[in-house]
């Protein structure tokens, strides 16, 4: 009787501590949302409820954060000596760091930004190159206005930190230690040819300031300004009318030609010559019209280009109508930068152009290339591969984790936090978080056994899409079935072979698509394993005969993957098996690689290096990579990864479309 009567108060106790928590959880969503909204009245209202709780830390943060502007500094202090050595220190870290530049208390920002670890906001790294200079003048370090220089290139839309710095240096800086007003007028280059006018003016505005109401006419239409203009007298004149090229290319390709051609060429200097060149050609390459190398050819120094426009001269060279110009390939790429060359898409092809050329010293360079990046991780590692004469093989498997090793991953709060919040639902924060606690949290970052340990702590939870991340950064050890794992493999693999589909090529692209998260929803509406959009969904679901359907079903795992299987291989069969065209079509739409693969008949890995989406051109590497070592794992046998590639080229006369109407 005493013993039922213990076990009793047990279960009690047990039940109110989950219920409990379930209340905790509750409020931390509740929470969340209210950060979402902005509602500080509430933040303040809910926090003193979620004291203890697990996830707490970003609980105090949200608070915080939402009312940092006025915020005392003690309260600052207090939130850092509360939650030391966490992601959401440092995240608050980052913000208030932010804040400060833009109020220009760099007294305060010194004493701060030692403490940041993060140290991934291009911006508050500007704004401390910017108090670093401001403190030291003269003495300041002599890389310091090359790292401004990379920053404010980088900068995708206008911020305060660069912008600042850049014009800081550009005003005061002298000798080596600044930047020139030609770093502006580049800077305008690069962003009027991003289209994005505010960064543009801003650089402008900094070049030349009364050249600011010139610009706003020729971003709003550069063909009047052009036309409205006859002589360049001035420096300035000269980069706007460069600006105004730039921007007419992008719109109207044949008239910025005529107007360089004609008109204008005369006028400017080479090296601007060159430049609206590179730009002509990298759009005629991006929209596979005419002949991208003959506006290429007119540039008389490769080294006046961007790395970009390099790039798109060795796409454009690999398709040339006439066959893969070797020549062109090699110069370009030698032209780039080194830490553009070092990338393993130009080594293999600067690798293939001195194989094409010949000799026994060009063979043996190509061979060293090739051998520095041959490995079974990526598209152009496993093609150096097959150069080699060897196939993709799975590399052998680390040796087992210890238990030490195990416990150590087990026992990191971080990693717990990240898993705890992921699991009730917040992923966005669960994934900064465990980034965090995998990279910064230990100074220096984890190792790989320690990465590898992470990696199976998410495994063992199914969180696959840190497990594959987590995996993906080890730089020695390779854990096949951490990186590429197999999970729903009944579900998957029937549903394959049930439609003659191969289930390698379904999880390459299952784990490019969600990484198997199985809520994963994208920006556009696609959702699920597959990530497959309710229109595409509903006309799937017809030509496969699943009657009833209904977009809410591609929540259910089995609805998910037999709808997305069986749009892949409708998508498939309409590009007669070509695993390039279909993975192409699956992340862009099937009309889109239906005009790619017009011109000439090419290898794919030349085909798929010219994919003009950058995301989709990714995403059919990594897809096709995936599949083989998806193949591999689920063979034992070694592949071929040229043998999924073949060739591709446009659809004969004579061959019908099987789906015109595909989404």
Known sequence: MKLRRILTLIGVALACQAQAQSKGDDLILEMQQAYRQGNRVKLAQLLPQ????????????????????TATPQEIQDFFARYPGTYQEDRLRNDWLLLLGQRRDW???????PKYRMNDDREVRCYALLATYLNEGAAAPAGLADEVRRNWMAERELDDGCTTAAATLIADGQGQRRLTVQDAWRKARLAVEANRPRAAAAAVTI????????????????????????????RARKEMIVLALIKLAGTDLDNAARQLEDKWGPQLASEERNWIWGVIGKQAALRMTGDPLSHYAKVSR?????????AWKVRAALRAVRGPQWPDVLQAINAMSEASQADPAWVYWKARALLA?????RRAEARRLLEGIASARGFYQQLALEELGRKVTIPPRPAPLTPEEKEAARLNPSLNRALYAITLGIRPEGVREWNWGTNLAKPGGMVDRELLAAAQMACDREVWDRCINTSERTKEEFDVEQRFPTPFRESVVRRSQEINLDPAYVYGLIRQESRFVMDARSHV?????????PATA????RKIGLSNFRPDQLKDRETNIAIGTGYLKLVLDDFDGSMALAAAAYNAGPGRPRSWRNGPVMETAAWAENVPFGETRDYVKKVLANTTIYSALLSGQPQSLKARLGRIGPRAASEPEPYRDLP
């Open 538 to 541: 509903r006309w799937t679901a």
């Open 357 to 361: 050329k010949g000799g026994d010293d």
């Open 302 to 310: 490769d080294k006046d280009l961007t790395d970009d426009m390099l």
């Open 207 to 234: 070049a030349a300031l009364d050249a600011v109401a010139s610009f706003a006419e020729l971003n709003n239409s550069p063909t009047r300004y052009l036309t409205s203009r006859v002589f360049v007298a001035s």
């Open 525 to 533: 509406g696609a959702s699920g394993l597959m990530q497959v959009m």
């Open 50 to 69: 979620v004291r203890g709780h697990a996830l707490e830390p970003w609980a105090a943060y949200w608070e915080l954060k939402n009312r940092l502007d």
């Open 107 to 113: 007294t305060t920002f010194a004493a701060e930004y």
